[in-house]
Structure formats: structure tokens, C-alpha cells
């Protein structure tokens, strides 16, 4: 199997019970999960936890999936509610998550993915992550949460809608209101 398929086609063939195609898939995405994981989880064990069970569920619920194009935002949904579930089952452990701490995984992930992208895309990709993370901060709390799931996920309004179980509508409007606020915090003078 070439290490670069396209992920339609290694969803497909893990569908069809290809642990090659799985593992691939693994391969490609745990850093990323590790980052959801951990951006809900400012704990890396429960993180490394959370994204272990999250595979587990994917690999036995993979025939559930209507739509191989939607395995990325399917697998987010499945790691962002184990995450949730881990947070409210373990209050003690968890600690407020830091820009740094977040950043800091984020980099470590990329630099051990296997997959991932040229150095001069992970500088520009991180700088441009960090700056709209700072920018999120400042959100006022209602809208963070729809801002992380968008703009640090890569979650659209229909899965943001579904993950946060509000009308597509609610977070079509709440994504607007965070694309605003964000455009205003971006361009003031500190964040140029």
C-alpha cells in the first residue's frame, strides 16, 4: 500500500477491515487527536487516555460511518465527547490548559507525525495558529468554545451544531458573531 493514498481511500479499505489501511490512518492522525484531545485535557496522560479509547470506539464503530469524506470530522466528534466525558469524570486531575502548553504539543506532534507538513508550511501553519489562539482567548466564554471547535478543530457549523447539540442555525449565528469578534481582535495594533 503507498504510504500517501488519499484518506477516502484508506478509510474505504479500513472499512473493509484493511488493518493496514486502519493503521495508516492511525499513523496519520494521532497527532491531531492528541491535540483535540489535549486541548479539552490539559493532562497528557488522560489526553494519550482519551485518544486510545477514541481509536478503539473508531476501529469498532468504522461501518457506522455513512460518508468515508466525513472521517476526520466523525473521529473529532468521537474524541471531543471522550474528552468531555473524562473532564467531568475527573475534576481533580485537570488543570486550566496554558496557549504554551497547547503550542508546545502541537509541535511536538507535528515534528513526530510521519506525515506531516514541510517545515516553511509548519512555521507559517504554527505562527498563524498561535496568533488566532490568542485571539480566542479573548473571546468573551460563550463563544470560545464555538471558536476552538472552529478555527483550533476545524469543525464547521453543522458539526459544531451536532457536537454541542444546539440547532445549526444557534451555531451558524454564534460562528458569525465569532468570526466578527475575531476579525476586530485580529486587527487591532497588538496582534499585526
Not at 503507498?2 to 488493518?19: C, F, H, P, Q, W
Not at 493532562?43 to 468515508?68: F, G, M, R
Not at 476552538?148 to 451555531?171: C, K, M, N, P
Request: aromatic share 10%.
Amino acid at each position: 500500500m503507498k504510504r500517501y493514498e488519499s484518506n477516502i481511500t484508506l478509510v474505504i479499505k479500513a472499512m473493509e477491515g484493511d488493518r493496514e489501511a486502519f493503521n495508516l490512518l492511525v499513523d496519520q492522525y494521532y497527532g491531531a487527536f492528541m491535540c483535540i484531545a489535549y486541548s479539552h485535557l490539559p493532562d497528557k496522560n488522560l489526553a494519550e487516555d482519551v485518544v486510545q479509547e477514541a481509536w478503539l470506539d473508531i476501529y469498532h464503530n468504522l461501518y457506522q460511518l455513512k460518508e468515508p469524506g466525513k472521517f476526520l470530522a466523525w473521529s473529532r466528534v468521537i474524541i471531543t465527547r471522550k474528552a468531555w466525558a473524562c473532564k467531568k469524570n475527573n475534576p481533580d486531575k485537570i488543570n486550566e490548559i496554558t496557549m504554551t502548553d497547547l503550542t508546545d504539543l502541537q509541535k511536538y506532534y507535528v515534528e513526530k507525525s510521519s506525515l506531516g507538513p514541510d517545515p516553511h508550511t509548519q512555521i507559517n501553519n504554527h505562527l498563524e495558529i498561535e496568533r488566532v489562539q490568542k485571539a480566542i482567548q479573548r473571546l468573551p466564554n460563550k463563544y470560545r468554545k464555538v471558536a476552538s471547535l472552529h478555527y483550533v478543530q476545524g469543525l464547521d457549523y453543522l458539526e459544531i451544531a451536532a457536537l454541542l447539540d444546539i440547532t445549526r442555525f444557534t451555531a451558524d449565528i454564534r460562528l458569525r458573531r465569532v468570526r466578527h469578534m475575531l476579525q476586530t481582535i485580529l486587527n487591532e495594533k497588538e496582534f499585526l
